[in-house]
T-cell receptor, first 120, second 110 residues
Framework: DGGITQSPKYLFRKEGQNVTLSCEQN?????MYWYRQDPGQGLRLIYY???????QKGDIAEGYSVSREKKESFPLTVTSAQQNPTAFYLC?????FGRGTGVSGANVLTFGAGSRLTVL | EDQVTQSPEALRLQEGESSSLNCSYT??????LFWYRQDPGKGPEFLFT???AGEEKEKERLKATLTKKESFLHITAPKPEDSATYLC???????????FGKGTKLSVKP
């Protein structure tokens, strides 16, 4: 079955450490995204990638980094510069970025199950 | 500034008690409005996309409608398994990614 796999599901980080969250998709989607979810807040966009070897900052990119070397993979690194990293992280993908390609549902997001990061 | 506001923040219903969730939006030139369902500790699951005012879509006990300023998610005769957080999102006008509301947490008691 096609889908998005995020790992690990739970992760604990000590202050000053960098950690990397994995996101892999087998849907053959061009676009991938990372969102952060905090209690009482909506999903906030961290980074997104429209195509391999290209990515853009979202609304809250400070303290995070990404890479997109393969179409299937979009890992997120939470660096020590991120002041308050404890949150639920969601990876998503879509057929494309929805810029009027004419494909119905091209920008519908499919989400992974999420990774919960806790700073000790 | 593009914005999505959902109300109420939380809604408690008795099984069989129909109601509606609201999503009001401010965006320059709506290109799509999305509804998702999210269970605790899981990723959101896609429900509907609406593209133009007057459009309606249905799935089991859920019906989504769209006007020029807001969308409603109507829940008819809800069951306890409908308990979840419902998220609304729109395509951001200046870019192409989605902006999400904070969600409505629905609890349906038997």
């Amino acid at each position: 079955d096609g889908g998005i796999t995020q790992s690990p599901k739970y992760l604990f980080r000590k202050e000053g450490q960098n950690v990397t969250l994995s996101c892999e998709q087998n849907l053959n989607h061009d676009a991938m995204y990372w969102y952060r979810q905090d209690p009482g807040q909506g999903l906030r966009l961290i980074y997104y990638s429209q195509i391999v070897n290209d990515f853009q900052k979202g609304d809250i990119a400070e303290g995070y980094s990404v890479s997109r070397e393969k179409k299937e993979s979009f890992p997120l690194t939470v660096t020590s510069a991120q002041q308050n990293p404890t949150a639920f992280y969601l990876c998503a993908s879509s057929i494309d970025f929805g810029r009027g390609t004419g494909v119905s549902g091209a920008n519908v997001l499919t989400f992974g199950a999420g990774s919960r990061l806790t700073v000790l | 500034e593009d914005q999505v506001t959902q109300s109420p923040e939380a809604l408690r219903l008795q099984e069989g008690e129909s109601s509606s969730l609201n999503c009001s939006y401010t965006v320059s030139g709506l290109r799509g409005l999305f509804w998702y369902r999210q269970d605790p500790g899981k990723g959101p699951e896609f429900l509907f996309t609406l593209y133009s005012a007057g459009e309606e879509k249905e799935k089991e006990r859920l019906k989504a409608t769209l006007t020029k300023k807001e969308s409603f998610l109507h829940i008819t005769a809800p069951k306890p398994e409908d308990s979840a957080t419902y998220l609304c999102a729109v395509i951001r006008g200046s870019q192409g990614n989605l902006i999400f509301g904070k969600g409505t947490k629905l609890s349906v008691k038997p």
